[in-house]
T-cell receptor, first 115, second 113 residues
Framework: SQQGEEDPQALSIQEGENATMNCSYKTSINNLQWYRQNSGRGLVHLILIRSNEREKHSGRLRVTLDTSKKSSSLLITASRAADTASYFC???????????????FGKGTHLIIQP | EAQVTQNPRYLITVTGKKLTVTCSQNMNHEYMSWYRQDPGLGLRQIYYSMNVEVTDKGDVPEGYKVSRKEKRNFPLILESPSPNQTSLYFCASNRHSGANVLTFGAGSRLTVL
């Protein structure tokens, strides 16, 4: 069952600009994660934000979480050509602290950075 | 290097010919899982395993089998593949503690004719 939905489905921006992607979900979560996928390759974990956190930073990445609106955003600042990829949000519904059964992925946002 | 290794990376087969996609991780993770990725549908979980000899169905288990005889290995078995199982498959693993962060394999692209 699909839990997270990313928006937009596709985004094309110029190198150096900021990219913002959004994720909405339906039920209460333990944490929310963002993953990146380069074309045809495996997903790579980028950042995790817990349900009791509102904002988190990692390098050029900034993630926010609004549990009242059941939504999250991923901001990539000063984009580079190498940021071209698909970005997925994944919601962890498990409350036991572990278990792949609790992780549900959205369909992804395809980001293209134009040089 | 900590990693999840899948084989084969690419496979073209015919309907009904049994095949196995292997998955191995070297991180001593308790949890392993299989996903398939299809255009417009995102990633969907096929099966997962919480530990050795413990497996359970995900969202789309029909037509697939798994086994977990050893902690490091989690093969995906297609007993009688059909064209609707043409997809990109990913194995993933994570540690059974704290946050549920997955490490993915590089993917196996399967085509069933």
């Amino acid at each position: 069952s699909q839990q997270g939905e990313e928006d937009p489905q596709a985004l094309s921006i110029q190198e150096g600009e900021n990219a913002t992607m959004n994720c909405s979900y339906k039920t209460s979560i333990n944490n929310l994660q963002w993953y990146r996928q380069n074309s045809g390759r495996g997903l790579v974990h980028l950042i995790l934000i817990r349900s009791n956190e509102r904002e988190k930073h990692s390098g050029r990445l900034r993630v926010t979480l609004d549990t009242s609106k059941k939504s999250s955003s991923l901001l990539i600042t000063a984009s580079r050509a190498a940021d071209t990829a698909s970005y997925f949000c994944a919601t962890d519904l498990s409350y036991s602290g572990g278990g792949a059964d609790g992780l549900t992925f959205g369909k992804g946002t395809h980001l293209i950075i134009q040089p | 290097e900590a990693q999840v290794t899948q084989n084969p990376r690419y496979l073209i087969t015919v309907t009904g010919k049994k095949l196995t996609v292997t998955c191995s991780q070297n991180m001593n993770h308790e949890y392993m899982s299989w996903y398939r990725q299809d255009p417009g549908l995102g990633l969907r979980q096929i099966y997962y395993s919480m530990n050795v000899e413990v497996t359970d169905k995900g969202d789309v288990p029909e037509g697939y089998k798994v086994s977990r005889k050893e902690k490091r290995n989690f093969p995906l078995i297609l007993e009688s593949p059909s064209p609707n199982q043409t997809s990109l498959y990913f194995c993933a693993s994570n540690r059974h503690s704290g946050a549920n962060v997955l490490t993915f394999g590089a993917g196996s692209r399967l085509t069933v004719l």
